[in-house]
């Protein structure tokens, strides 16, 4: 039996730099409220929002799972069940985005706003927690009609107030059709 997965995008922890508590304190709540859903927590697997939604999710009971992107376990947080490390860079941002059933952004810098770009386009839904920061605040005032990314409309970029908000309504848009078409994967003689 297929899992469903939600996918926490977010600040990463860099050397010398604290994330807010606030921030951090959220993303844990998201994460235990996945589990209390029994969804899978997918992540990259690294540091800050990831680390703390992964705590959340395993606390909670939860399963956590991260894309990190360098080549070996080294980067990985402490509460991931399965950490792949794909030796990928900031390209494994791509697997999130695609492979999620919908996805919650918690503030974030330009990794995060490169995975709902690509969430976007491939029609992953994405609801941003309103008030946490970086991209999750920054997105808004250039959306077309508070939703859009784009003149397509492929999927609404949608906000909550709250952690069970974010992830009630994630839970709720996993239902939603996803976009065919779109960054279409090459895959060779193999997949003809």
């Known amino acids: 039996m ?27 709540e998201v ?20 680390e703390a939604a992964s705590r959340g999710a395993q606390r909670a009971g939860g399963f956590t799972l991260g894309f990190l992107p360098q080549s070996d376990h080294s980067h990985a947080n402490p509460y991931l069940d399965v950490a792949l490390p794909t030796g990928m860079g900031t390209m494994r941002n791509l697997l999130t985005a695609r492979t999620c059933d919908a996805i919650i952004m918690i503030g974030g810098g330009v990794g995060t706003l490169n995975e709902l770009t690509v969430a976007y386009d491939v029609g992953t839904p994405v609801v941003a927690v309103a008030g946490s920061g970086g991209w999750s605040d920054r997105i808004r005032p250039t959306l077309i009609d508070d939703a859009w990314l784009d003149e397509r409309r492929v999927t609404a970029l949608t906000f909550a107030e709250t952690a069970a908000d974010a992830v009630a309504q994630a839970v709720a848009r996993i239902a939603e059709p996803r976009r065919q078409g779109g960054l279409q994967a090459h895959l060779g003689a193999a997949g003809h």
């Open 2 to 28: 297929r899992k469903t997965t939600i996918g926490v995008i977010g600040n990463a922890s860099r050397p010398g730099e604290t994330l807010p508590g606030t921030l951090l304190e959220l993303a844990e």
């Open 31 to 50: 994460g235990r409220l996945i589990a209390e859903h029994g969804v899978v927590l997918v992540t990259g697997g690294t540091g800050g929002v990831m």
